[in-house]
């Protein structure tokens, strides 16, 4: 059993940096995917990021190429999704989810998720 917590969501201007993290309970998170999703207003949840177990391998969405990176610390069981040059059009709830297979792109592979945290991004 993993359980996230998602953490460092809030108001930035367009151009800004955030830094999300996501906590993880449970002594196998080492062993996991880990994966960040959003979801805007009126629009279904999509994919974001994702990083391997051991965090030598990384995949984006082609929206965030370029001005977000995923990275892990294992031993503080963290997973963090650094945003920069931020767009109005990031402006979502993201959330960490965690897959006991492989890194992968679609929901449903995952088998845990957190709650999320809100980035809104003013123009």
């Known amino acids: 059993q993993v359980q996230l917590v998602e953490s460092g969501g809030g108001l930035v201007q367009a151009g800004g940096s955030l830094r999300l993290s996501c906590a993880a309970s449970?002594?196998?998170?080492?062993?996991?995917?880990m994966g960040w999703f959003r979801q805007a207003p009126g629009k279904e949840r999509e994919f974001v990021a994702a990083i391997t177990w051991s965090g030598t391998s990384a995949y984006y969405a082609d929206s965030v190429k370029g001005r977000f990176t995923i990275t892990r610390d294992n031993a503080k069981k963290t997973v963090y999704l650094q945003m920069n040059s931020l767009k109005p059009e990031d402006t979502a709830v993201y959330y960490c989810a965690a897959d006991r297979e492989s890194m992968a792109t679609a929901q449903a592979l995952y088998d845990y998720w957190g709650r999320g945290t809100q980035v809104t991004v003013s123009s």
């Open positions: 449970g002594r196998t998170f080492s062993s996991y995917a």
